[in-house]
């Protein structure tokens, strides 16, 4: 396979895999999450939550590349990591938070918070993968965002988009596009 400009295959090894800026519990406690925040766990308030909205949304923009049969295993951890420093970036900073038995939020860290980007990535993969057709470059990535989009479009107008949790006031979509 030859290597483009995109996919850094040559030189995969020579990069080193992503560190750990944030230790699981390093932030908190948290009695609000703001907008930004990624939550985890399970229900419609969590899905709900403007800053899973926009996590969702951030994911579906990058399931074709990373999905992609030229997409290497360290660069697969790259997208991962890169995803979690855009939203550790955005303003007011987005954080990865779980929910105490007393309420309060805790950040998961990085490690744990790479591992749920890379999950959200793979989720319905082996229904997206056949779409990919030839790779990325053939048209498949355009197919596979224009569904991700429509079955996007439809989980939030089944959940009622964001529930009314952005307490961010402005409109946190915008923050993501930065």
Same mark, same amino acid.
């Given at each position: 396979m030859a290597s483009s400009p995109n996919n850094h295959q040559g030189g995969a090894?020579?990069?080193? *895999?992503?560190? $750990?800026?944030?230790? *699981? /519990?390093? %932030?908190?406690? %948290?009695?609000?999450? $703001?907008? $930004?925040?990624v939550l985890s766990g399970? @229900? @419609? /308030?969590? $899905? !709900?939550h403007a800053g899973n909205v926009q996590f969702r949304t951030i994911i579906a923009g990058m399931k074709a590349t990373y999905l992609s049969p030229k997409t290497r295993k360290l660069e697969k951890a790259h997208i991962a990591n890169d995803i979690v420093? /855009? %939203?550790?970036?955005?303003?007011?900073?987005g954080r990865f938070l779980k929910e105490d038995?007393?309420?309060t939020w805790?950040?998961?860290?990085?490690? &744990? !918070? /790479? &591992?749920k980007v890379g999950q959200a990535l793979r989720e319905d993969a082996p229904d997206i993968r056949p779409q990919l057709g030839s790779g990325v470059e053939g048209g498949g990535a355009a197919v596979v +965002?224009? +569904?991700v989009a429509e079955d996007m479009a439809r989980r939030q107008a089944m959940m009622g988009a964001d529930g009314g949790n952005n307490d961010c006031g402005g409109d946190a979509d915008a923050d993501a596009d930065q």
């Open positions: 090894r020579s990069v080193p *895999p992503p560190s $750990n800026e944030v230790l *699981p /519990r390093g %932030i908190g406690p %948290i009695d609000v999450p $703001n907008c $930004n925040d399970r @229900g @419609g /308030r969590i $899905n !709900a420093r /855009r %939203i550790r970036r955005l303003d007011p900073p038995k007393d309420g805790w950040d998961i860290g990085d490690e &744990k !918070a /790479r &591992k +965002a224009q +569904a």
